[in-house]
């Protein structure tokens, strides 16, 4: 037994050395926060709770635009295989506060009515159809200034509820010319790079390197890494197995193989591992964007127009924010942008329009069932920004900017999108658990 439990520790430690997880050690890098503590906060607290919470009524209808056309380039190929269509909600079936028709929505002119019986109060509303035109450009310029993506139009007749428990992120078959085409035009047009630096090439392996850039620049490119990592996880954890019989049928679950061959040290030529801890730098971003909200989060409604479950929503984000909030290895988002003045600022320009161009690029996507999942964690990440980089603070009377009048508001679709995006992520470690286990 004793010869038995030592071989069981060496073969655990070469996985670690040189499997896939031998950078899931120590710090995450440019934070002060170690690998090991993100794991016990999320496999045990953050994971279970949010879990819970995103099967509500409030968190699980998104809505999107999934028809807008690609503004780069114009042959992509559609999936036509059936895992990558997705099924939109019928109306009838939303919540009560989330249907057109409603009187719960509280959006709609009929809920308003009761507010206008009072002839004293009488204002002429009637403005031109080019005075109209200008404040619709007015606020869509206002609303860039302050956010990291360009949000789908609300008013679209495309925009489109869809559910997501019914139309869960995973493996869709969706490979080849269409997807590197849209992570190459990620990595290489979008993300920061040196002077020097080569095309990444990210078929040929070509190494990205970040040196030489600094701080907010390898920030960024950490970002996306990570969230490409979570996606190629969950594509890998709730993988198609063929049926393998005729009468047989096919099966969902964990593929170790195409982990492996996506992470492995030997396998990914060295490159793996890094891709699994980028991972945890962006998780790290979205806690800490999701504790210094807390205080906004505290305040909403998370209207439905089902008051016991609205309630019940309130109290199981309290309870996560609660969670959120002590972790005391947070990422420090003030050490971006700082520096000189001028020079800060117009780095913070080029970093959100960067983003700005990674939330459109997710239009050229060519599956529907990973543009929904793709736009949606790329919003969510935007949202996170906004919240580091766009507010004076995050109490109920907090300004856009400091000398700025506007109050900080999250839309419904920003807040969705946030907590489902950091949903992913949550669920990613907790997935590297479970390969982990597999491998012993
Ligand atoms: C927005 C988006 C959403 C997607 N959603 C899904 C989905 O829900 N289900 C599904 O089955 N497929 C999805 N895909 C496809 C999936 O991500 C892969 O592109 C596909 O499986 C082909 O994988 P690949 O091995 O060729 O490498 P890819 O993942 O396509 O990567 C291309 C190259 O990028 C480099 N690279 C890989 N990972 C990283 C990383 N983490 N950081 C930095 N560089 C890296 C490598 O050099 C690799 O060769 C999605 C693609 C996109 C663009």
Redesign the pocket.
């Known amino acids: 037994v004793g010869n038995k439990s030592k071989l069981k520790v060496k073969k655990e430690n070469l996985l670690n050395e040189n499997g896939c997880f031998c950078k899931l050690q120590g710090e995450v890098d440019d934070c002060s926060c170690k690998v090991k503590s993100i794991d016990s906060l999320n496999n045990h607290m953050v994971y279970p709770r949010l879990k819970s919470l995103l099967s509500r009524n409030y968190f699980r209808y998104f809505k999107v635009n999934l028809n807008k056309v690609c503004p780069f380039w114009s042959d992509d190929s559609k999936c036509a295989m059936r895992n990558c269509a997705v099924n939109i909600c019928p109306e009838d079936q939303l919540p009560d506060g989330l249907k057109k028709t409603s009187t719960k929505n509280k959006y709609t002119e009929e809920s308003q009515e009761d507010c206008q019986g009072d002839d004293l109060g009488y204002l002429n509303t009637t403005i031109s159809q080019e005075s109209e035109q200008a404040f619709e450009n007015w606020t869509k310029y206002d609303d860039a200034q302050e956010t990291f993506c360009e949000m789908d139009d609300d008013t679209s007749p495309h925009m489109k509820y869809v559910d997501l428990l019914l139309n869960p992120?995973?493996?869709?078959?969706?490979?080849g010319i269409s997807?590197?085409r849209?992570?190459n035009s990620i990595?290489n047009e979008n993300c920061f790079k040196a002077p020097e630096q080569p095309a990444y090439n990210?078929?040929a392996?070509t190494d990205y390197t970040l040196e030489g850039l600094c701080l907010e620049k390898r920030a960024f490119y950490r970002m996306i890494?990570g969230l490409?990592?979570s996606?190629?996880i969950?594509?890998c954890h709730q993988y198609l197995f063929p049926a393998t019989t005729c009468y047989g049928k096919e099966e969902w679950g964990p593929n170790l193989d195409e982990f492996q061959r996506?992470f492995d040290h030997t396998q990914s030529n060295g490159r793996g591992p890094q891709?699994l801890k980028?991972l945890y730098f962006t998780y790290l971003v979205e806690l800490r964007a999701i504790a210094k909200a807390a205080p906004y989060f505290e305040e909403e409604g998370f209207f439905t127009g089902n008051d016991e479950e609205d309630m019940d929503v309130r109290q199981g984000v309290k309870d996560l924010l609660k969670v959120v909030k002590e972790f005391p290895n947070q990422f420090d988002e003030s050490k971006l942008f700082i520096g000189n003045k001028k020079e800060a600022k117009a780095l913070k320009v080029e970093f959100r329009e960067h983003f700005r161009n990674i939330s459109r690029i997710?239009d050229c996507?060519g599956?529907d069932?990973?543009k929904l999942?793709?736009k949606l964690q790329v919003q969510g990440m935007g949202t996170a920004l906004k919240i580091l980089f766009s507010g004076d603070g995050m109490g109920p009377m907090s300004t856009v900017n400091a000398g700025s009048k506007k109050k900080f508001q999250l839309r419904r679709t920003e807040i969705v999108s946030l907590f489902n995006a950091f949903g992913r992520l949550s669920m990613s470690i907790h997935a590297i658990e479970e390969f982990r286990k597999l491998l012993r």
Do not use: A, D
């Open positions: 992120e995973r493996y869709t078959g969706y490979k997807p590197h849209i992570w990595y990210p078929q392996l890494s490409h990592t996606i190629n969950h594509l996506r891709w980028n997710m996507v599956c069932k990973c999942w793709g």
